[in-house]
């Protein structure tokens, strides 16, 4: 990694040259910019888009000088501004590529983000119980990368929604080395991974769960006990809620209470959950036949009047469909 320019996109941004000895200084403004860039650089990005991703409320034309002004500064901040006073020194080759339509990032700069997806995705495509040990030393070190949410201190929409994919599959990650340990009897590595997926969301009671499991496991049900009353209280303050009776059930059984340890729900397959969607999406599809006929009849008197109340066109909704056809009923 050393001869390539070094990306860490995950906490505050840090960029490091090929050349460098420490990293660039960069405004938030070209640290947004070059993010925005690296995470679509497997394909080049016109410039339109870019506009609309920052400068979307301006004029044309506006937008088009601002991004052309960021563009040269961030291209003046790659390639070293203290380079133009000293002629002897080497220039170095600046990552962006800039063209009259559109822009891109060389792909063989090194990305912690792009490292990370790409080591996560493969690995998890493998259940748990069929890891190497490579493999989960491979997926260990690319949650090490997660050294902070992305773009922690940026705020761009465009950003918060990357932000919350990589929590999510960080979330993934953590969930497969707990069932990874889990499976093979090393508890206290299964709950650290299970306290770091709380860290991330404490209102996974799934995890919580399984916490409690692996101390009564473990025969520290004291603890188990403690991580029920930790559920229960964070989903009262937060949610107003009670847990599951999934989670009383499995607390019964660390009291003593039941006998027998109630079984983990089966995780469905990927076939299971393609089947899932594929029958959500018949629903939807038939939902939408309904709305539109009701919408047709409702909406519309024999000469064309709008009917007094009816939702205008396009506005239906499946809670207002139902509502209509109980009044038909009545």
């Known amino acids: ?46 410039r339109q888009s870019v506009i609309d991703a920052f400068w ?14 960021a563009l040269w500064r961030l291209r003046r901040s790659l390639e070293g501004a203290d380079h133009e006073c000293d ?12 063209g009259d339509t559109s822009i891109r990032i060389d792909r063989n700069c ?28 491979g997926l260990q070190d690319a949650v090490a990368l997660y050294r902070g949410d992305l773009l922690e201190e ?15 599959l960080l979330q993934d990650c953590l ?3 707990l069932r990874h340990y889990a499976q ?17 969301d404490v209102l996974r009671e799934d995890i919580h769960r399984e916490m409690m499991r692996l101390y009564a496991r473990s025969g520290r049900r004291a603890l188990a006990m403690r991580q ?36 983990a729900p089966t995780r469905p397959s990927l076939g299971d959950l393609e089947e899932m969607l594929q029958t959500a999406l018949d629903a939807q599809r038939a939902l939408q036949v309904v709305i539109d006929e009701l919408r047709r009849q409702r909406t519309w008197t024999n000469v064309g009047a709008p009917v007094a109340g009816a939702p205008p066109a396009g506005q239906w909704t499946p809670r207002e469909a139902v509502r209509s056809v109980r009044g038909h009923a009545s």
Not at 87 to 95: I, K, M, W
């Open 1 to 46: 990694m050393s001869n390539c320019w070094q990306f860490h996109l995950f906490g505050q941004v840090r960029v490091v040259g090929a050349s460098e000895d420490g990293p660039l200084r960069l405004s938030p403004l070209s640290q947004s910019l070059l993010a925005y860039l690296l995470l679509n650089r497997d394909h080049r990005v016109s």
């Open 56 to 69: 979307r409320d301006q004029p044309e034309q506006r937008g088009r000088r601002s991004l052309a002004t």
């Open 175 to 177: 969930a497969y080395l």
């Open 110 to 137: 090194w990305v912690d983000v792009v490292q990370f997806e790409r080591t996560a995705r493969s690995i998890l495509a493998v259940p748990p119980e069929q890891a190497t040990t490579h493999a989960i030393r």
């Open 184 to 200: 093979h009897g090393a508890w206290d590595e299964a709950l650290g991974y299970g306290a770091m997926l709380l860290e991330q």
């Open 228 to 263: 029920y009353e930790a559920c229960r209280a964070v989903l009262a303050t937060e949610l107003g809620v009670a847990p599951m009776d999934e989670t009383q059930r499995l607390m019964d059984w660390v009291t003593g209470t039941s006998a027998e340890e109630p079984l």
């Open 87 to 98: 002629t002897s020194a080497p220039r170095p080759e600046s990552p962006l590529q800039v």
């Open 154 to 168: 940026h705020a761009d929409e465009w950003a918060v929604r990357e932000r919350e994919r990589y929590q999510l």
